[in-house]
């Protein structure tokens, strides 16, 4: 099972900044990366595909990179509504596995 | 636009079977292009994948972690599909969660809103 390790575990920024937040493999997963956000007692969004493809609906706030092992959520600018926790899964191998998550919080 | 909505009992003791129903809405779950699938988190947890299938019922795959407990199974007459997790433990108590996978990438691009089952005597 490949094991994805996300950084940092909580991320502090203030409005208007940007955010990055990191998400590694163990092994190669190649561009099979999608990024997911989460708030309180909801149920994830979809927003980044293909390591850097976005879904339907999302702003282009929301960027995605990397290949391999290394991938990297950046929301430019954030809004109040960008603070949440967001997940990496690949889809490279099977069982798809999701990284333990990243907390953006509000500075 | 579709919908999906789970249900099930929110409680389930140790040992027994827990069940679970998803109900697509607002979209032909037969017309193919899409997987079902059952992905649960625990309380202040990541995500796990328990496994997905094909509407035909003709393509299905469990996480190996679960699969000799787990069942899916499909009813398109009724535009569902549904999950058998067996003699469960209380580290089965989590949201569960149905959702749509899309075929061009193994990716959830529609989310049930999550049940939460408590696996407690």
């Known amino acids: 099972e490949i094991v994805m390790t996300q950084s940092p575990a909580?991320?502090?920024?203030?409005?208007?900044?940007?955010?990055?937040?990191?998400?590694?493999?163990?092994?190669?997963?190649?561009?099979?990366?999608a990024w997911y956000q989460q708030k309180p007692g909801r149920a994830p969004r979809l927003l980044i595909?293909?390591?850097?493809?976005?879904?339907t609906g999302?702003?282009?706030?929301?960027?995605?990179?990397?290949?391999g092992t290394e991938f990297t959520l950046?929301?430019?600018?954030?809004?109040?509504?960008?603070?949440?926790?967001?997940?990496?899964?690949?889809?490279n191998n099977w069982p798809y596995t999701f990284g333990q998550g990243t907390k953006l919080e509000i500075k | 636009q579709v919908q999906l909505q789970e249900?099930?009992?929110?409680?389930?003791?140790?040992?027994?079977t827990l069940s679970l129903t998803c109900t697509v809405s607002g979209d032909s779950?037969?017309?193919?292009?899409?997987?079902?699938?059952?992905?649960?988190?625990?309380?202040?947890?990541?995500?796990?994948?328990?496994?997905?299938?094909?509407?035909?019922?003709?393509?299905t795959h469990y996480n190996p972690s679960l699969k000799s407990r787990l069942t899916m199974s499909v009813d398109t007459s009724r535009n569902q599909f549904s999950l058998r997790l067996r003699s469960v433990t209380a580290a089965d108590t989590a949201v569960y969660y149905c959702a749509r996978v899309m075929f061009?990438?193994?990716?959830?691009?529609?989310?049930?809103?999550?049940?939460?089952?408590?696996v407690s005597s």
């Open chain 1, 10 to 33: 909580t991320l502090t920024v203030s409005p208007g900044e940007r955010a990055t937040l990191s998400c590694r493999g163990s092994q190669s997963v190649s561009s099979n990366l």
């Open chain 2, 29 to 59: 779950f037969s017309s193919g292009g899409y997987y079902w699938s059952w992905i649960r988190q625990h309380p202040g947890q990541g995500l796990e994948w328990l496994g997905y299938t094909y509407y035909s019922g003709s393509s």
């Open chain 1, 74 to 91: 950046t929301i430019s600018s954030l809004q109040s509504e960008d603070f949440a926790v967001y997940f990496c899964q690949q889809y």
């Open chain 1, 49 to 55: 595909y293909g390591a850097s493809s976005r879904a």
């Open chain 2, 104 to 118: 061009i990438a193994a990716v959830v691009d529609v989310w049930g809103q999550g049940t939460t089952v408590t």
């Open chain 1, 58 to 67: 999302i702003s282009v706030r929301f960027s995605g990179s990397g290949s």
């Open chain 2, 7 to 16: 249900s099930g009992p929110g409680l389930v003791k140790p040992s027994q």
